[in-house]
């Protein structure tokens, strides 16, 4: 079922080294780079002694990261941390993995299903139904007139059971739950689901690919999720269901968003692309 992995990753002298770089990184031969980058963008000077100490280069990248929009024109987050986002700004959109295709038939049918179900909206606002909404719903085993159920994960599984149906497979991979944390626990035991945890994700952004979901802890036994369809040099173009244009968990629709980070994505990522 899988297809061939298509991306955009230049293999250049200054290409991202595939992890998180801040003080006290000892690769003399990556910092030395960022410092000599830096003094070429103005955001100088910096001793350039491939050292990353508290000191003029973490002022210095902070400067950047304040002066300096990601590739997307996105602000970068002052942070002193140079990540995927700050690396592209920093050298350039062809140093960083860029994902836009989908690794298989079933995630690329995932994700044009998705598309189709933008601009949905509950009836009444703010009720979490509606007749597509119940349908999502009823998908993973809840009735919406029985009380009023946040749908988020009942989106992500509804979307993976019609593309299933499509490409005339007899079984959808996705876990039937409409709990955020309930999914990302179950993912671990399920075959052929592969849980990539946050860390691992921010250190190498190649291996979050379009059709995978993520996973956000909220606390309390709370999240959301929403479904990953192009991975742009550590910024994310998804498609949430329950959502709003900031992002929220108990939102009024499904969104197409185009502001969230590998970095932000506290649990991680479950991919299924290799059902």
């Not at 000077?45 to 996105?74: H, N």
């Not at 299903?113 to 009823?138: H, I």
């Not at 309930?182 to 250190?203: G, T």
């Not at 909220?218 to 910024?235: F, P, Y």
Request: hydrophobic share 35%; charged share 20%; net charge positive.
């Amino acid at each position: 079922m899988a297809t061939q992995q298509k991306s955009t990753v230049i293999p250049t002298g200054d290409a991202y080294p595939g992890r998180l770089i801040k003080t006290g990184d000892l690769d003399k031969t990556i910092v030395l780079k960022i410092q000599q980058r830096l003094n070429a963008m103005g955001c100088g000077p910096v001793p350039e002694d491939g050292i990353f100490d508290k000191g003029k280069t973490l002022t210095a990248i902070k400067l950047f990261q304040a002066r300096f929009s990601d590739v997307t024109g996105a602000p970068l987050v002052v942070d002193g941390k140079v990540g995927s986002l700050t690396w592209g700004a920093l050298f350039g959109a062809n140093t960083v993995p860029s994902i836009t295709h989908a690794p298989s038939d079933l995630t690329k049918a995932v994700i044009e299903f998705a598309r189709s179900q933008v601009g949905v909206m509950e009836d009444p606002t703010g009720s979490n139904r509606g007749p597509e909404v119940n349908e999502y719903l009823k998908a993973v085993g809840l009735d919406a007139t029985g009380g009023s159920y946040p749908w988020c994960v009942a989106f992500t599984h509804y979307c993976y059971s019609k593309a299933a149906k499509q490409l005339g497979l007899n079984d959808n991979p996705h876990i039937r739950t409409a709990g955020v944390l309930d999914h990302w626990s179950k993912a671990a035991k399920k075959p052929n689901a592969v849980r990539i945890k946050s860390d691992s994700a921010i250190n190498s952004p190649e291996l979050v690919k379009p059709g995978s979901l993520f996973i956000i802890d909220l606390g309390k036994g709370t999240g959301h999720s929403g479904i990953v369809i192009e991975n742009a040099n550590g910024r994310l173009i998804t498609i949430e269901g329950n959502t709003n244009d900031n992002g929220s968990r108990e939102g009024i629709g499904v969104f197409l968003r185009n502001s969230r980070k590998i970095a932000s994505i506290n649990r991680g990522f479950i991919d299924y692309s290799a059902f």
